[in-house]
């Protein structure tokens, strides 16, 4: 089984990889998404409080 740290940085990873794909192909605005993703992921290293985190730890992951 995956980490808790692994599988953040395989969400992370998926979900900005998606949203450039839907940005260059469906609509602009998906670009929106990875600015999110790369905000959160900004917040997450000053503060050391992820909300994925909590989501994935009530998950079951360890």
Known sequence: ????????R???GIVVSASVVLGMTVHPN???LTLFA???LL????????????IL??????
């Open 1 to 8: 089984m995956h980490s808790l740290e692994k599988t953040l």
């Open 10 to 12: 395989l969400i992370a």
């Open 30 to 32: 998906w670009f929106y």
């Open 38 to 40: 790369g905000l959160n």
């Open 43 to 54: 917040q997450s290293g000053l503060t050391n409080w992820c909300p994925m985190m909590a």
């Open 57 to 62: 730890r009530k998950a079951g992951l360890r």
